[in-house]
């Protein structure tokens, strides 16, 4: 079982930045992929960025391209999104999600277990 706890989020002005942590414990973090997803209020949760197991394969959503970046530190067990240039459509609950996966290089579409949430809301 793999505990996942985000950090970093709130309040800031559009234009600004923020780094969201996600740390894991109880499980092998390097045997997992690595998902940002995010929940606006009234819309469907979309994924936001992802690292593969390697680190190797990144993904982002089209709208978060140039601005977002995902890293991760397997030393530390954590998962890193690097948010700059903010919008208020960024402004959503951000989640992180493992996925436990053999291939090191390939990028999950299902997800076997999720933080609890961090908000970030982004004034204009």
């Known amino acids: 079982q793999v505990q996942l706890v985000e950090s970093g989020g709130g309040l800031q002005q559009a234009g600004g930045s923020l780094r969201l942590s996600c740390t894991g414990s109880?499980?092998?973090?390097?045997?997992?992929?690595l998902t940002w997803l995010r929940q606006a209020p009234g819309k469907e949760r979309e994924v936001v960025a992802v690292i593969s197991r390697s680190g190797r394969t990144t993904r982002y959503v089209d709208s978060v391209k140039g601005r977002f970046t995902i890293s991760r530190d397997n030393a530390k067990n954590t998962v890193y999104l690097q948010m700059n240039s903010l919008k208020p459509g960024d402004t959503a609950v951000y989640y992180c999600?493992?996925?436990?996966?053999?291939?090191?290089?390939?990028?999950?579409?299902?997800?076997?277990?999720w933080g609890q949430g961090i908000q970030v809301t982004v004034s204009s």
């Open positions: 109880g499980g092998s973090f390097s045997s997992y992929a």
């Open positions: 999600a493992a996925t436990f996966t053999a291939l090191p290089d390939s990028v999950p579409a299902k997800y076997d277990y």
